[in-house]
């Protein structure tokens, strides 16, 4: 009897509020919950604070970085969290398989372009030339990059161990010592220029982020005869270009010239399975040369067509006629053929002096959490962790909430800012934005995908399910991600608990779900993949921390259908 009264009861206060939930939307668009504005207008009772919770950080050693959207690559000094060196190898793909180099093809130059991710926010007055915010430069120190050829053969298929090859083959960001002795660091494909000669070198010219910013005027060659044959010294004619900002390397000619231009009709270049067999791959370092350091984002992705290396080239070739010709004279023709990154793109990450989170407290939490983008740190938050008293799997916590009866308006995770550690940081350099996932079930919580302010824009996607870093009244930086749906879950749905990872984000939209094979504590299986885009970190208080004001809380705004 009890069980049905309490259920009329449900039901008529769920009819009520659902036509107050058709009057908010009506006026408020974005809400698919009852937002924070409509329990401030009923007068609600203060939110109740979930009682057992800890948190604690695993350090990830061994997460998958193949097949990811976005690579780095450089050195980054984190005054927190340690040095962090980021190296890519990456198979190749030919632009046509079997291609036609024609006759007698030598190579003029061959250039390593790396475009970089930004933004046009003004034009220079005196030059006219655009200038960018470049959203893929992290830090601001000099640098320079060495590439190497990689006789290490890359596997798409993982034989199982019972050879079933069912699954594709992963790779993961600790694997740099098994690889490296198939890496042929004695003889770099880098070219500088020495007293106007190109030579090869181990790493490229300097590079400053500083010089990134604006249009690159560049000098490229033009691809018509007649323009080549304007000039009197039978040179080839340059034109200049404008593109976006974009890293451009010269590689060396006579690799090129054996490996490629000289393999034409062999069975080397006939398919892209011949062709991976015999060219492996490219190694790519970074050097750092001052300041604190740098890490540069790349999309290197065959669908990103402009990072590739282009061979340009003259050979013979017959003329382009209508008519079929017998014994055509032959003309020189000026000529790229362009080499894409694709296949596995590998990012190995080598962190000697990082942060020892070897001693956390599982148990009870700690006074600090840490989290950290690349290989990365996870935050644990282990929620309704408390006693269970009748052994039946189910916190105690969890019941005394369950027969409360409560419907739950909204839950919110609060995460305060450490600025005793962070103090070093400029606001604009700490992590903006953060990820909240079910650790558990690797798997993005039920509230990723009921958010509706979903955006393109990952600056402006998911704010109500990931609130961005903000300021409270007392100019203290927190976030607030709110989880009612999955907190309501587990209250009022006997969805079972879970713990939630937190990690930093560069990209909200970026929500796959990775392998992790080894972490320090062994606590975190699965990652986020924008999160090893950012090298960022951050300190949050803990639920033990000795400022209680800021404390780790889970707080629950409800309604209770019995007064």
């Not at 190898?89 to 475009?115: A, C, H, K, R, Y």
């Not at 970089?116 to 992290?138: A, H």
């Not at 960001?173 to 007293?195: H, K, W």
């Amino acid at each position: 009897m009890r069980k049905l009264i309490r259920m009329k009861t449900r039901i008529k206060v769920a009819i009520l509020l659902l036509g107050l939930i058709v009057l908010s939307t009506s006026c408020e668009d974005d809400f698919t919950t009852l937002g924070s504005d409509f329990v401030n207008s009923l007068d609600l009772p203060e939110p109740y604070v979930v009682q057992n919770l800890s948190s604690y950080s695993d350090d990830i050693i061994a997460v998958q970085s193949n097949t990811l959207n976005t690579y780095l690559l450089g050195e980054f000094e984190d005054p927190i969290f340690g040095n962090t060196d980021v190296s890519i190898l990456s198979q190749l793909q030919l632009q046509t398989t079997n291609p036609d180099f024609g006759v007698q093809p030598e190579i003029d130059s061959v250039v390593l372009t790396l475009p970089l991710f930004g933004q046009i926010v003004d034009v220079d007055e005196d030059s006219g030339k655009d200038i960018y915010r470049l959203d893929s430069i992290f830090g601001s120190g000099s640098f320079r990059i060495g590439v190497y050829e990689s006789n290490q053969f890359l596997r798409d298929i993982n034989p199982g161990e019972n050879g079933d090859f069912e699954e594709s083959q992963l790779y993961y960001s600790n694997q740099l010592s098994e690889i490296e002795p198939n890496i042929d660091i004695s003889n770099p494909l880098t070219m500088v220029e020495e007293n106007g000669v190109l030579v090869p070198s181990d790493f490229s010219q300097t590079i400053s982020p500083s010089d990134l910013d604006r249009t690159v005027v560049l000098i490229d060659r033009t691809d018509t005869i007649e323009s080549a044959e304007e000039n009197e010294n039978n040179e080839i004619v340059f034109e200049r270009i404008r593109q976006s900002p974009r890293i451009r390397i010269k590689l060396d000619h006579d690799f090129f010239q054996q490996k490629i231009l000289d393999q034409g009709n062999s069975i080397n270049l006939v398919s892209q399975s011949s062709f991976e067999n015999y060219f492996r791959g490219l190694y790519l370092i970074a050097e750092q040369e001052a300041g604190d350091g740098s890490k540069l984002m790349f999309n290197l992705s065959l669908a990103n067509e402009e990072a590739n290396i282009t061979l340009y080239y003259r050979s013979l070739r017959p003329p382009p006629s209508l008519e079929v010709v017998e014994n055509p004279e032959l003309v020189e023709t000026f000529n790229e053929y362009v080499i894409n990154f694709g296949g596995n793109v590998i990012n190995f990450y080598e962190t000697p002096d990082g942060l020892d989170l070897s001693n956390q407290d599982v148990a009870n939490g700690e006074e600090n959490i840490f989290i950290k983008g690349g290989q990365g740190v996870v935050a644990i938050v282990d929620p309704f962790n408390g006693p269970d008293s009748n052994g039946n799997g189910v916190a105690d916590e969890i019941e005394s909430l369950r027969e409360e009866n409560w419907l739950i308006n909204e839950a919110n995770l609060i995460l305060y800012v450490n600025q005793d550690f962070m103090s070093e940081v400029p606001i604009e350099k700490q992590p903006f934005r953060i990820f909240a996932y079910d650790l558990d079930r690797d798997r993005v919580l039920v509230d990723y995908n009921l958010d509706q302010s979903s955006t393109n824009n990952p600056f402006t996607s998911k704010l109500n399910h990931l609130g961005p870093l903000r300021q409270d009244e007392n100019g203290d930086y927190f976030y607030k991600i709110r989880m009612t749906s999955h907190i309501n879950n587990i209250i009022n749905n006997d969805s079972v608990n879970t713990r939630i990872g937190i990690v930093v984000t560069q990209n909200v939209n970026q929500a796959r779900i990775l392998d992790v094979k080894e972490s320090e504590l062994d606590q975190a299986n699965s990652f986020i993949e924008s999160t090893i885009s950012t090298p960022r970190g951050t300190v949050l208080h803990g639920n033990l921390s000795a400022d209680e004001e800021k404390r780790l809380k889970l707080q629950i705004y409800y309604t209770d259908p019995n007064n």
